[in-house]
Structure formats: C-alpha cells, structure tokens
C-alpha cells in the first residue's frame, strides 16, 4: 500500500485515541482540501498490509483510515481492514465518495462489511464547518456500518 503517514495517538480523527494511516491517492481533488499533497497515488512509500499491522497492533489504539481517499487502494485495504477487526480495534475511515456511490459499486461495497465508521463526501470549501466534530463541511456525514445509519454520541448533533 502507498502510505503518506501513520499518526500515533491522535484524537481529531474519530473518537478517542486513534492510530491514523493517511493512504496515498485522491480524484476528488477538493477545492480547499486541507491534504492535496495526498492526490499523488504514488505518494508516500510502499508498506505492506503486515507491516502496517505491526504498527497498529503495537499502538493498541482504534484505527483511522484517511488519506487521499483509502478507497483507492481498496483491494489491499480490504485486507488491511479484516486484519485491524482480528486485532478486536474500531475502524473509521474517510472518503470522498458518498455512501450512495460507495453501495453502487460492486467493488467499493464490500468495504462497509469491515469498517465501523465511515465519514463520507468530498470537502465542500462552500459548506466548511470548524464547529463539526470529526469532518469539515456539513455535507459530510459520520453513518455507522454497515446499515449506513447515522452515527450517535453526545458528541455529535
């Protein structure tokens, strides 16, 4: 997998302290995206799915996947992702496609089998939100796998 970095200890991507993998590779391109510099797939350096289950398994910590978007690795993160659910730890992952084109793609679809959380939809620079948790435009949603439903906390509205 092309990996930019991995953040260990992080609480901005998802609740709690999370071990984040930012993943090479982005076509949604937002305007006013905070990561261009993840548009390049051949971003960041090569890491296999076993060497980035050390990793994460050595931190004991809940798993963000972001980037770019994961999604366009989703062959190996498929893999990654049934690792990470083996180690008993909590997946989120962001993408800029929104649910709905994640359901209508046979290949994508199976992503929502082996994650928990998914934040879904492209930045929207229009619809930016600072007082959001965990997302930056109010397009984007937190929906709870693998129904789609709408995440619940007291942290969220």
């Not at 960041?44 to 972001?66: H, K, P």
């Not at 928990?116 to 619809?127: A, K, M, N």
Request: hydrophobic content about 35%; proline content about 6%; overall charge negative.
């Amino acid at each position: 997998m092309r990996v930019l970095k991995i953040v260990e200890g992080t609480s901005v991507d998802g609740p709690g302290l999370r071990t984040s993998v930012y993943l090479a590779g982005c076509r949604h391109h937002c305007q006013g995206c905070h990561n261009p510099q993840s548009w390049d797939p051949d971003g960041g350096r090569e890491m296999s799915v076993s060497q980035l289950l050390e990793v994460i398994s050595e931190n004991e910590a809940d798993v963000t996947l972001t980037g770019g978007d994961p999604l366009m690795q989703i062959e190996p993160l498929l893999e990654l992702a049934k690792g990470i659910k083996a180690l008993g730890l909590n997946i989120w992952l962001y993408t800029g496609y929104t649910f709905e084109q994640i359901m209508s793609d046979d290949s994508l679809r199976r992503i929502t089998g082996t994650v928990d959380t998914i934040v879904d939809g492209p930045f929207i620079s229009s619809l930016r939100d600072t007082s959001l948790p965990f997302r930056g435009s109010s397009n984007q949603r937190i929906l709870n796998m693998p129904a789609g439903t709408p995440w619940e906390s007291g942290m969220i509205d």
